[in-house]
T-cell receptor, first 116, second 114 residues
Framework: AQSVAQPEDQVNVAEGNPLTVKCTYS??????LFWYVQYPNRGLQFLLK??????LVKGSYGFEAEFNKSQTSFHLKKPSALVSDSALYFC??????????????FGTGTLLAVQP | KAGVTQTPRYLIKTRGQQVTLSCSPI?????VSWYQQTPGQGLQFLFE???????NKGNFPGRFSGRQFSNSRSEMNVSTLELGDSALYLC?????????????FGPGTRLTVT
């Protein structure tokens, strides 16, 4: 069965420092990986995706993620954190079995707290 | 382009009642998916509709149903509400078709069952 793990419930980082939010996945087949962010009382906002190609994916708001097939990981990174980046971050996977699917399996979320 | 809209934003219902939630996707998007978000279970996939047909379904009881109209708008219905159905229900739209695309989420409908 497909699954996504976000091992950290919360990540604390000082403003201006680099940040990493970890994600590992378990799927059979080729994974399609996504990162979403959720602000309080809001829906999810798409940040970036990995479908195929370069292992380093760049997304919105200066975020990037690195796909590592051997470690089955897709960690979210940003070189310099902002206080406004404080939010709940979700990693998700979608598995394509040869047909289209938009069924996303989400991790449990990681709360990012950026201190000024 | 306007984003995904969901109505109503908030709902309070009594156990045993039924409820219908509505979702209007981004213009041109043909796939609509529904998710339930709760503190205990996190984000869980309910179902996906594409071209008025259910294409995927999650592990929810038959009390949860949905449909999609020819203009891609979608509704989900929950019958015989239970206290555990209290959740944020999120709708997401994407281009659909033969590839997997990123999904864009609406603000959600907060359902409270008393």
């Amino acid at each position: 069965a497909q699954s996504v793990a976000q091992p950290e419930d919360q990540v604390n980082v000082a403003e201006g420092n680099p940040l990493t939010v970890k994600c590992t996945y378990s799927v059979s087949g080729n994974p399609y990986l996504f990162w979403y962010v959720q602000y309080p009382n809001r829906g999810l906002q798409f940040l970036l995706k990995y479908i195929t190609g370069d292992n380093l994916v760049k997304g919105s708001y200066g975020f990037e993620a690195e796909f590592n097939k051997s470690q089955t990981s897709f960690h979210l990174k940003k070189p310099s954190a902002l206080v406004s980046d404080s939010a709940l971050y979700f990693c998700a996977v979608s598995v394509n079995y040869g047909g289209a699917t938009n069924k996303l399996i989400f991790g449990t979320g990681t709360l990012l707290a950026v201190q000024p | 382009k306007a984003g995904v809209t969901q109505t109503p934003r908030y709902l309070i219902k009594t156990r045993g009642q039924q409820v219908t939630l509505s979702c209007s996707p981004i213009s041109g998007h043909r796939s609509v998916s529904w998710y339930q978000q709760t503190p205990g279970q996190g984000l869980q996939f309910l179902f996906e509709y594409f071209s008025e047909t259910q294409r995927n379904k999650g592990n929810f009881p038959g009390r949860f149903s949905g449909r999609q109209f020819s203009n891609s708008r979608s509704e989900m219905n929950v019958s015989t509400l239970e206290l555990g159905d209290s959740a944020l229900y999120l709708c997401a739209s994407s281009l659909g078709g033969g590839q997997t695309y990123e999904q864009y989420f609406g603000p959600g409908t907060r359902l409270t069952v008393t």
